[in-house]
């Protein structure tokens, strides 16, 4: 047995904001390398999308924002690796079916390594350009320890493990100013 990430969909999202969305229940790697031969700083709407924050999903080669850890037998890494392998030779042009495969391994191998967390965790990626190095962020986000309550409470918690980056604070009062 070994973990892998699989897609998620927590609401209909993914649909409109990608190119094509991953279903559900997919095997996923993060797939930064179907960005490789793209300026990122040229992508727009979709596709840019799909470039800062899109898992690829391995059935429908699809985009999901949000994957979780699952466990995942011989059989179904094996087959994630024959789909992504095929993919990379069809796709985006592996120079023979050897090389696809050890590409696809690899990649396989990267997804493992996120997965050293339990079963059910998500995982959330940000990418970004930075000194001209692509550069990916993987946040996880864990279900919290069941805490007795008197009352139900409005909004539930949950920890993020390696938030890095300053929240954004948007001025409402002046971007309500403006006029169109």
């Known amino acids: 047995m070994t973990r892998l990430l699989r897609t998620i969909r927590l609401d ?26 793209e300026d990122p700083s040229t992508l727009s709407g979709k596709r840019r999308q799909a470039f ?5 999903g391995l059935g429908s080669f699809g ?4 994957v979780a850890v699952a466990e995942a037998s011989a059989e179904d890494r094996a087959a994630a690796v024959t789909a992504l392998a095929v993919h990379l030779r069809t796709t ?7 090389a696809a495969r050890a590409a ?3 990649e396989i191998a990267f997804a493992e390594s996120l997965c050293e967390h339990a079963p059910g965790t998500i995982v959330a990626l940000s990418r970004s ?6 550069r990916e962020r993987f946040r996880t986000l864990h279900d919290r320890a069941p805490q ?10 949950v920890e993020v493990v390696g938030e890095e980056e ?4 948007p001025d409402l009062a002046r971007m309500a100013r403006r006029t169109p």
């Open 166 to 169: 300053e929240p954004i604070r």
């Open 63 to 66: 985009w999901s924002t949000l």
């Open 148 to 157: 007795r309550v008197e009352t139900l409470p409005v909004f539930a918690t």
């Open 52 to 56: 800062r924050a899109g898992f690829l």
């Open 129 to 134: 350009i930075e000194a001209g190095e692509l």
């Open 104 to 106: 696809a391994e690899d």
């Open 12 to 37: 209909a999202s993914d649909a409109v904001v990608f190119p094509a969305a991953a279903e559900p229940g997919e095997w996923a790697v993060p797939g930064g390398f179907c960005f490789w031969d």
């Open 92 to 98: 985006h042009g592996a120079p023979d079916d050897t």
